[in-house]
């Protein structure tokens, strides 16, 4: 077991850096710098190439990408372009925010799917069914930015139910601790900080979660029907075992094996959604940095994010092969 | 597995639906401040984050925002104007040559911690900027003060502008004289620049302590000017947090203003970067008003009683022709077939908010220097036909670059306005090759660069001189227009050395009318920037110059 988490983690190395040379030169070759999206309009050609020397972007791709590889292994990422602040700090401001609404939206998605996807499966062809199967069906497709929109427009601008912006409300003096608004409010004793964040989650976690939602009740709904009809089900109910004890035991149990996995990789792909949604409601998460650092050409904070993400997948698939091989002796890598 | 039984179905669905009434009350509660239910706390929302509290160290419209309200200039614009008046210098003048500048300081004006505002901290502050070494010469940091006053104590880059700064000195307690080595067309506009308002002396010191770094490909702004604490200004309010998690700064009114003191007790800068996330947020009752209001939400917001003040014109809208990147527009009757064949009035008409003018130069009629007597290019199809003709040019095929996911105060709607120009351009016979182009870094990086033919820029003036907009693009040789003649350069560089204020206004007349003979663009536009407010808000005078004083703003 040993070896192979060694050998996994060295496996680690020509990943990454193999990584980081495609991101270098791809990056090189993007038309555009930092230096007028500092300047905007007012950046002449003298003043380009200035900021360009000072930056040492005028030096040749090999002693640039000597320089990046150094302070990569130095875990420095360097500093954003557009706020002129680490990446590892822009990233610990935001990705709380960002774990926080995919944590919310993740919850959403279990809490109703599963119940919604069992109950649809177990009145096959009724109404409940029916429209389950049709709007998680819509909740596939329909854009998550459109529904964000939508829920917006609504219950944000309309109703004034919701806030329409923000992590938190105007004046909120919170204490940060760990960056996460929900708990860090828990933590202080701050709940009306607490309460106030959940309230700005409320609306882009439903957004986020419609994917994730409709995936749940899909594949709970497929797999329950698949459970039901299995004999030890059948073999359960003539024995005469109590209803609940059937269903809660036997039925659900061995039907919402597939539906946690797929919650797993939903999780990580939730993600893509957020950087729609976070636009979409000003959420101050990762999401919505990295569309912006996009459109600055913010090459620090691109590279630091995909080489955390890539890392992070690297971590995960590790940990899943461990988990296999823990779980299945027949999977163990020797 | 338990969890699933009836029952606990039943307690996570009431624990949801608690949570979300809890937090509905939450919301309620909230509200009373947020929405001015007790008018003390004033909401503005904005496009961006300010890059920094210092002025000094930024170039950006955000950034100044927030810190007018916290630091003043030795001179200002007057209120909803752009006529220089006193701001903390009463009264100013200068020497016939214009290199001697005297300030007779106002009395009675204290910093936010507590220091008395006098010459001594005047001078401690153009010495500071003066002495600045290493990163903060960089451009990005300093780029106001290389545009003034040009470089620097120790130039340490050989490209950095020669420095115009000679000295400061205090003569007494109340007057300051600074000396520059010769006269600029900056001047006394400089002055009244955000980058060169004056902080407290004990801050200058703790800011002296700390570098700005050019590490890792970016600049890193030194610690001082990310966190309140350590600016201190004179304005009407004080800075008292900038909460970056929840993009948000807080300024709080300052008791010992010396003028009128501001009317609501805070003032909280927000960030929404969408203008429809803005507009809905006004909408929402979740912000008390915000800038950059697209102009098709201009007529909406009214009809829905909401306060839409728009600004005087105070920028230019221009098609740029690069000569050296198409050839044939080093012929004049090509340049000016272009310009004969757009129609301005018909972009005004159908793009711009009311109070959008044609352009007939390179500044807008705000601004001194502005001539009536400069050559016209009215609309005319067939003179334009008839020109490329002349030219020889009949079947000119042109590249015309437009950015895309962006607008601008002067340009409001990029890729409309660029439609409709290419038709007009095709109706004259000309084959236009669009191309479009992400704004940053990607069109601002090819139209600096001179890689479009055609393309469209604009600008938003920093203070009413005539070189501020025509001296940015005709001072000299430049790849974005990639030609070179001696008659505009000279005419634009003549009228910038004449001190005599009049005089001065005098020679931009001149040297737009030189630019609009040679034409190098198609000035075509200057559109008025509207602003909007919630339906119990008293705006403030709004800004040709977008200054606009926050302290001015009261409830209804």
Same mark, same amino acid.
């Given at each position: 077991m040993l070896r192979l988490v060694v050998r996994r983690l060295l496996q680690l190395i020509p990943t990454l850096l193999g990584l980081s040379v495609l991101l270098f030169l791809w990056l090189n070759r993007?038309? %555009?710098?930092?230096a007028s999206a500092i300047? %905007?309009?007012?950046?002449t050609e003298a003043e380009v190439a200035r900021i360009n020397r000072a930056l040492g972007l005028d030096q040749p791709v090999y002693v640039q990408y000597w320089r990046f590889l150094k302070r990569i292994f130095e875990l420095d990422l360097g500093t954003s372009t557009?706020?002129?602040?680490?990446v590892w700090d822009e990233f610990a401001t935001r990705f709380p925010a960002t774990v926080e609404l995919s944590i919310v939206a993740i919850l959403i998605a279990i809490v109703v799917g599963i119940p919604m996807g069992y109950l649809a499966a177990k009145r096959r062809g009724g109404w409940l069914d029916v429209g389950a199967v049709s709007g998680s069906l819509i909740g596939i497709c329909i854009p998550v930015f459109f529904l964000a929109l939508i829920l917006k427009g609504i219950?944000?601008?309309?109703?004034?139910?919701?806030?329409?912006?923000?992590?938190?409300?105007? %004046?909120?003096?919170a204490t940060d601790i760990t960056g996460f608004a929900v708990l860090d409010g828990l933590l202080t004793g701050e709940l009306d900080a607490s309460l106030d964040a959940m309230h700005h989650l409320i609306l882009p976690a439903i957004a986020l979660s419609s994917i994730p939602l409709a995936v749940i009740v899909r594949m709970t709904r497929a797999s329950v029907l698949e459970v039901l009809g299995e004999d030890y089900v059948r073999t359960a109910e003539s024995k005469g075992l109590d209803k609940r004890v059937v269903r809660g035991r036997h039925v659900l149990r061995n039907a919402l094996l597939p539906v946690v996995t797929a919650v797993g990789l939903l999780t990580g792909s939730l993600l893509s959604g957020a950087v729609l949604t976070e636009s979409v409601f000003s959420f101050n998460g990762i999401g919505n940095f990295i569309r912006t650092s996009i459109d600055a050409r913010d090459y620090p904070v691109l590279v630091g994010f995909i080489l955390f993400i890539a890392m992070v997948y690297v971590l995960i698939n590790l940990l899943v092969d461990l988990a296999y091989s823990l779980i299945d002796p027949r999977v163990r890598v020797h | 597995m338990r969890i699933f039984k009836s029952g606990a179905v039943r307690a996570i669905t009431a624990a949801v639906a608690v949570g979300l009434i809890a937090t509905g009350c939450a919301s309620e509660r909230g509200k009373d401040g947020d929405k001015g239910g007790d008018k003390d706390t004033f909401v503005f929302a904005g496009a961006g984050d300010p890059?920094?509290?210092?002025?000094?160290l930024a170039s950006d419209g955000e950034t100044f925002r927030v810190t007018r309200q916290a630091f003043e200039a030795l001179l200002e614009h007057e209120s909803g104007g752009s006529k220089l008046v006193g701001g903390l210098a009463e009264k100013w003048s200068s020497d016939p040559a214009g290199k001697v500048w005297t300030f007779n300081l106002r009395k009675g004006v204290k910093f936010h911690d507590g220091e008395a505002f006098n010459a001594a901290a005047v001078c401690a502050n153009y010495d500071h900027w003066f002495n600045w070494k290493g990163t903060y010469q960089s451009s990005a940091v300093s780029y106001y003060w290389q545009t003034i006053?040009?470089?620097?104590?120790?130039?340490?880059?050989?490209?950095?502008?020669?420095?115009n700064y000679k000295s400061c000195t205090?003569?007494?307690?109340?007057t300051a004289v600074i000396e520059v080595n010769e006269p600029s067309a900056n001047l006394p506009g400089g002055f009244s620049l955000q980058a060169l308002a004056i902080h407290s002396p004990k801050a200058l010191k703790e800011y002296a302590k700390q570098d700005a770094t050019a590490k890792g490909d970016a600049i890193t702004y030194p610690k001082y000017s990310q966190e309140a604490g350590t600016v201190a200004g004179t304005g009407p309010y004080k800075i008292t947090k900038w909460n970056k998690g929840n993009k948000e700064v807080t300024l709080e009114r !300052?008791?010992?203003?010396?003028?009128e003191k501001a009317k609501v007790k805070n003032l909280v800068f927000r960030t929404i970067d969408t203008e429809a996330g803005r507009r809905q947020a006004l909408q929402a009752g979740d912000i008390d008003g915000y800038d950059l209001v697209a102009p098709a939400d201009v007529k909406t917001l009214e009809k829905e009683g909401y306060e839409v003040p728009t600004r005087d014109v105070f920028n230019i809208f221009y098609v740029g022709m690069t000569q050296s990147k198409n050839p044939?527009?080093?012929k004049l009757e090509v340049r000016q077939a272009i310009s004969h064949a757009i129609d301005r009035e018909g972009i005004v008409k159908t793009?711009?908010?009311?109070g959008g003018k044609a352009a007939t130069?390179?500044?807008?009629?705000?601004?001194?220097?502005?001539?009536?007597?400069v050559k016209t290019y009215p609309f005319d199809t067939n003179k334009a036909k008839e020109l490329l003709k002349k030219a020889g040019e009949e079947k000119l095929k042109i590249e015309f670059c437009y950015p895309t996911e962006v607008t601008r105060p002067y340009m409001p709607a990029p890729q409309d306005m660029f439609e409709r120009m290419k038709a007009d351009l095709e109706k004259a016979g000309i084959t236009v090759v669009p191309k479009a182009m992400k704004w940053a870094p990607d069109y601002l990086d090819a139209t600096e660069a001179g890689s479009c033919a055609l393309h469209m820029l604009g600008w938003t003036g920093?203070?009413?001189?005539?070189y501020n907009f025509i001296g940015t693009w005709f001072a000299g040789p430049d790849k974005q227009w990639g030609f070179d003649d001696k008659k505009v350069f000279d005419s634009v560089n003549a009228a910038s050395k004449v001190t005599d204020p009049a005089g001065r206004v005098e020679a931009y007349k001149k040297a737009n009318e030189t630019i609009m003979e040679y034409v190098p663009g198609v000035p075509i536009s200057a559109s008025p920037p509207a602003i909007a407010f919630a339906k119990n808000v008293n705006p403030?005078?709004?800004?040709?110059?977008?200054?606009?004083? !926050?302290?001015?703003v009261s409830f209804k």
């Amino acid at each position: 077991m040993l070896r192979l988490v060694v050998r996994r983690l060295l496996q680690l190395i020509p990943t990454l850096l193999g990584l980081s040379v495609l991101l270098f030169l791809w990056l090189n070759r993007l038309p %555009g710098g930092p230096a007028s999206a500092i300047l %905007g309009e007012r950046a002449t050609e003298a003043e380009v190439a200035r900021i360009n020397r000072a930056l040492g972007l005028d030096q040749p791709v090999y002693v640039q990408y000597w320089r990046f590889l150094k302070r990569i292994f130095e875990l420095d990422l360097g500093t954003s372009t557009q706020t002129g602040q680490p990446v590892w700090d822009e990233f610990a401001t935001r990705f709380p925010a960002t774990v926080e609404l995919s944590i919310v939206a993740i919850l959403i998605a279990i809490v109703v799917g599963i119940p919604m996807g069992y109950l649809a499966a177990k009145r096959r062809g009724g109404w409940l069914d029916v429209g389950a199967v049709s709007g998680s069906l819509i909740g596939i497709c329909i854009p998550v930015f459109f529904l964000a929109l939508i829920l917006k427009g609504i219950f944000a601008v309309q109703l004034q139910m919701f806030p329409s912006y923000g992590r938190l409300d105007t %004046g909120m003096d919170a204490t940060d601790i760990t960056g996460f608004a929900v708990l860090d409010g828990l933590l202080t004793g701050e709940l009306d900080a607490s309460l106030d964040a959940m309230h700005h989650l409320i609306l882009p976690a439903i957004a986020l979660s419609s994917i994730p939602l409709a995936v749940i009740v899909r594949m709970t709904r497929a797999s329950v029907l698949e459970v039901l009809g299995e004999d030890y089900v059948r073999t359960a109910e003539s024995k005469g075992l109590d209803k609940r004890v059937v269903r809660g035991r036997h039925v659900l149990r061995n039907a919402l094996l597939p539906v946690v996995t797929a919650v797993g990789l939903l999780t990580g792909s939730l993600l893509s959604g957020a950087v729609l949604t976070e636009s979409v409601f000003s959420f101050n998460g990762i999401g919505n940095f990295i569309r912006t650092s996009i459109d600055a050409r913010d090459y620090p904070v691109l590279v630091g994010f995909i080489l955390f993400i890539a890392m992070v997948y690297v971590l995960i698939n590790l940990l899943v092969d461990l988990a296999y091989s823990l779980i299945d002796p027949r999977v163990r890598v020797h | 597995m338990r969890i699933f039984k009836s029952g606990a179905v039943r307690a996570i669905t009431a624990a949801v639906a608690v949570g979300l009434i809890a937090t509905g009350c939450a919301s309620e509660r909230g509200k009373d401040g947020d929405k001015g239910g007790d008018k003390d706390t004033f909401v503005f929302a904005g496009a961006g984050d300010p890059g920094s509290l210092d002025p000094a160290l930024a170039s950006d419209g955000e950034t100044f925002r927030v810190t007018r309200q916290a630091f003043e200039a030795l001179l200002e614009h007057e209120s909803g104007g752009s006529k220089l008046v006193g701001g903390l210098a009463e009264k100013w003048s200068s020497d016939p040559a214009g290199k001697v500048w005297t300030f007779n300081l106002r009395k009675g004006v204290k910093f936010h911690d507590g220091e008395a505002f006098n010459a001594a901290a005047v001078c401690a502050n153009y010495d500071h900027w003066f002495n600045w070494k290493g990163t903060y010469q960089s451009s990005a940091v300093s780029y106001y003060w290389q545009t003034i006053m040009g470089g620097f104590a120790k130039n340490e880059d050989k490209e950095a502008p020669k420095p115009n700064y000679k000295s400061c000195t205090a003569k007494d307690e109340n007057t300051a004289v600074i000396e520059v080595n010769e006269p600029s067309a900056n001047l006394p506009g400089g002055f009244s620049l955000q980058a060169l308002a004056i902080h407290s002396p004990k801050a200058l010191k703790e800011y002296a302590k700390q570098d700005a770094t050019a590490k890792g490909d970016a600049i890193t702004y030194p610690k001082y000017s990310q966190e309140a604490g350590t600016v201190a200004g004179t304005g009407p309010y004080k800075i008292t947090k900038w909460n970056k998690g929840n993009k948000e700064v807080t300024l709080e009114r !300052f008791d010992d203003y010396w003028g009128e003191k501001a009317k609501v007790k805070n003032l909280v800068f927000r960030t929404i970067d969408t203008e429809a996330g803005r507009r809905q947020a006004l909408q929402a009752g979740d912000i008390d008003g915000y800038d950059l209001v697209a102009p098709a939400d201009v007529k909406t917001l009214e009809k829905e009683g909401y306060e839409v003040p728009t600004r005087d014109v105070f920028n230019i809208f221009y098609v740029g022709m690069t000569q050296s990147k198409n050839p044939a527009l080093k012929k004049l009757e090509v340049r000016q077939a272009i310009s004969h064949a757009i129609d301005r009035e018909g972009i005004v008409k159908t793009q711009l908010p009311e109070g959008g003018k044609a352009a007939t130069q390179f500044m807008p009629d705000t601004v001194a220097g502005f001539s009536d007597k400069v050559k016209t290019y009215p609309f005319d199809t067939n003179k334009a036909k008839e020109l490329l003709k002349k030219a020889g040019e009949e079947k000119l095929k042109i590249e015309f670059c437009y950015p895309t996911e962006v607008t601008r105060p002067y340009m409001p709607a990029p890729q409309d306005m660029f439609e409709r120009m290419k038709a007009d351009l095709e109706k004259a016979g000309i084959t236009v090759v669009p191309k479009a182009m992400k704004w940053a870094p990607d069109y601002l990086d090819a139209t600096e660069a001179g890689s479009c033919a055609l393309h469209m820029l604009g600008w938003t003036g920093d203070f009413n001189d005539g070189y501020n907009f025509i001296g940015t693009w005709f001072a000299g040789p430049d790849k974005q227009w990639g030609f070179d003649d001696k008659k505009v350069f000279d005419s634009v560089n003549a009228a910038s050395k004449v001190t005599d204020p009049a005089g001065r206004v005098e020679a931009y007349k001149k040297a737009n009318e030189t630019i609009m003979e040679y034409v190098p663009g198609v000035p075509i536009s200057a559109s008025p920037p509207a602003i909007a407010f919630a339906k119990n808000v008293n705006p403030p005078k709004v800004s040709p110059l977008t200054q606009e004083n !926050f302290a001015e703003v009261s409830f209804k």
